[in-house]
């Protein structure tokens, strides 16, 4: 065998393996995008669990909030209905619920909601109470949020209501 000829068979030879190598390099790299295709479609599933569950989970915080927030609104109304007389049906007097004045509380007669509002820490308490001849002669009726009570349009407010009769 000549050179010449050994040559040319080695061309020959190298140049179908270089054809081969090129196939597998085309499928290793559709591999390779595969793969990445699948591990960023289960990255980005995981990453939505998770934001759903910070919102879950933060939603129950400011449910807790709007609820202390409607607790505090109506242990107020049941001090000053029981201790103070401060819901009188004949009379208007004023009120003191977490350090605010509320004025001008009763008065309304029987049957008409005497509605007062106060903040604590930031959390609104809307309470409404109303007196009546025929039992229960009392109704007190408290709304609990979690935002400040002139920030009634955020789509994340949640409320919380108590309601007392005796």
């Given amino acids: 065998m000549t050179k010449t000829t050994h040559n040319t068979q080695y061309l020959k030879k190298l140049k179908a393996e270089?054809?081969?190598l090129k196939a597998n390099a085309g499928f290793t790299l559709l591999l390779s995008v595969l793969v990445a295709g699948?591990?960023?479609?289960?990255?980005?599933?995981i990453f939505n669990i998770v934001i759903k569950e910070l919102l879950l989970s933060?939603?129950?915080r400011d449910s807790q909030f709007a609820f202390y927030a409607a607790d505090s609104g109506?242990?107020?109304?049941?001090?000053w209905d029981q201790k103070q007389s401060?819901?009188?049906?004949?009379?208007?007097?004023d009120i003191t619920c977490n350090q605010v004045t509320v004025p001008s509380v009763g008065g309304e007669?029987?049957?008409?909601?005497?509605?007062?509002?106060f903040e604590i820490d930031g959390f609104c308490s809307i309470v409404s109470v109303?007196?009546?001849?025929?039992?229960p002669r009392t109704k007190i009726e408290s709304k609990?949020?979690?935002?400040?009570?002139?920030?009634?349009?955020?789509?994340r407010r949640i409320e919380r209501a108590i309601r007392v009769t005796y």
């Fill in 18 to 20: 270089s054809s081969k």
């Fill in 38 to 45: 699948v591990l960023l479609a289960i990255g980005l599933a």
């Fill in 58 to 60: 933060s939603s129950g």
């Fill in 74 to 79: 109506a242990e107020c109304a049941l001090y």
């Fill in 86 to 93: 401060g819901f009188s049906t004949s009379t208007a007097g």
């Fill in 109 to 117: 007669g029987y049957d008409t909601p005497m509605t007062f509002q």
């Fill in 130 to 135: 109303t007196r009546s001849e025929t039992h």
């Fill in 144 to 155: 609990g949020y979690n935002t400040t009570c002139d920030n009634n349009l955020n789509p």
